[in-house]
């Protein structure tokens, strides 16, 4: 019953902000590293941040400077705001647990 529930995507226009949001059950969240990742059609999935059970952060080149990754424990949350949002930017974005749990993603789209 591991259940990960991205949220908070949407079109966007380039320069724009969003804040996604992953809901978490089933594993035992405080003790878990969070992770984003996005994919566009015919690329790689690619890390864009993740964030240790004590706050430590890391982020991807690309977007370093521009997204931020917070966790709530209380809620069982990890959230991805995003600045200065670029057509590049444009992917599925996933949220994963360490223990390689996969949620099924939520659609961002940056228009220029």
């Known amino acids: 019953q591991v259940q990960l529930v991205e949220s908070g995507g949407g079109l966007v226009q380039a320069g724009g902000s969003l804040r996604l949001s992953c809901a978490v059950s089933?594993?035992?969240?405080?003790?878990?590293?969070m992770d984003w990742h996005r994919q566009a059609p015919g690329k790689q999935r690619e890390l864009v941040a993740s964030?240790?059970?004590?706050?430590?952060?890391n982020y991807g080149d690309s977007v370093k400077g521009r997204f931020t990754i917070s966790r709530d424990n209380a809620k069982n949350t990890v959230y991805l705001p995003m600045n200065t949002l670029q057509p590049e930017d444009t992917a599925v974005y996933y949220c994963r647990g360490s223990n390689n749990y996969w949620g099924q993603g939520t659609q961002v789209t940056v228009s220029s």
């Open positions: 089933g594993i035992y969240f405080r003790f878990t590293t």
């Open positions: 964030i240790t059970p004590g706050g430590r952060t």
